[in-house]
């Protein structure tokens, strides 16, 4: 990477996205509705089962200008997705500045290891046991979204539980690959445990992105 363009890309002014799209949201609390997905580039969290493995090494996504990808997603829709990778890897300041000033609701998908930043609206804290989450992230995090990837993952998702404030939403989702066999354990241990709730993965059965 040019000097340049790593200045750049430490101030926020460029970002590495991976890919941005139109859908429909697919899990969590925000289920059904319609948003603009930012997915950046890069991720050190390295879970074995991660579904886009392809996003975690931030040299292979191009370096896109902040204000100019913030102007097109605010194009499409009001409600913004920053999701990667591991979004919080990177400046989000200017970014979600940008957003905010073309009127949007700024969402985040992260698993907390970095430090926080930018103006966000909802935050879905998804914490991975390889890079546990900062802690003053807890407080903030509007729904706490527990993959269910094998038996011990219901004491992990108890345990981050127990950090989250009382208004944060609750959700257990199954690993894509493990949800035959997961999601009626997950079923069983909402109807011992009703504060949490089942989050599935409702876009990859519509099919879309």
Known sequence: MK???????????MLP??????????????????AYFIRLGGCDVGCHWCDVKESWDPNLHPLMNTEEIAVTAASFCKTIVLTG????????????NKLKQLGCE?????????????????????????????PAIYAKANELKMIIFNNNDFKFAEEQAAKVSGNCKL????????????YPKITDFILANPRWQASVQTH????IP
Do not use: C
């Open 3 to 13: 000097e340049e363009e790593n200045i750049l890309l430490k101030e926020g002014k």
């Open 85 to 96: 990778g591991e979004p919080l890897m990177w400046n989000l300041e200017i970014l979600t």
């Open 204 to 207: 990859k059965y519509l099919n």
């Open 171 to 182: 959700y257990l989702q199954s690993e894509w690959s493990k949800r035959e066999e997961m």
């Open 106 to 134: 700024i969402h985040i998908e992260t698993s907390g290891a970095y430090e926080m930043s930018g103006t966000l609206d909802w935050i879905t804290l998804s914490p991975k046991k390889t890079g546990l989450p900062k």
């Open 17 to 34: 996205v991976m890919e941005h799209f139109y859908t429909i949201q697919g899990e969590g609390a925000h289920t059904g509705k319609a």
